[in-house]
Nanobody
Framework: QVQLVESGGGLVQAGGSLRLSCAASGSIFSTVTMGWYRQAPGKQREFVAAITRGGTMSYADSVKGRFTISRDGAKNTVYLQMSGLKPEDTAVYYC???????????WGQGTQVTVSS
């Protein structure tokens, strides 16, 4: 089993910054990708950013230039540095880990990010 624990969410004013963390533990060998998704009230969960085992990063168009994903291999932790936050960034942010063996996907419990205008 894989355990993912997110932290770092909170309330911030528009234009502010937050850093989310996702600590992975358990059967994290064979990890292919770790990433962040978000779900706003009444909307579907959407992709935000991801980083592969090889270090390739990808971002949703809506966050490019404002968010940065990174990782600390020694700590098995992935970070999402969010800057220039907008009210439309308000959502529950979830960490996702993808492996090339079962369980293929694992999700964290989510952390709330609220951006006030």
């Amino acid at each position: 089993q894989v355990q993912l624990v997110e932290s770092g969410g909170g309330l911030v004013q528009a234009g502010g910054s937050l850093r989310l963390s996702c600590a992975a533990s358990g059967s994290i060998f064979s990890t292919v990708t770790m990433g962040w998704y978000r779900q706003a009230p009444g909307k579907q969960r959407e992709f935000v950013a991801a980083i592969t085992r090889g270090g390739t990063m990808s971002y949703a168009d809506s966050v490019k230039g404002r968010f940065t994903i990174s990782r600390d291999g020694a700590k098995n932790t992935v970070y999402l540095q969010m800057s220039g936050l907008k009210p439309e960034d308000t959502a529950v942010y979830y960490c996702k880990l993808v492996r090339n063996t079962t369980p293929y996907e694992s999700w964290g419990q989510g952390t709330q990010v609220t951006v006030s205008s």
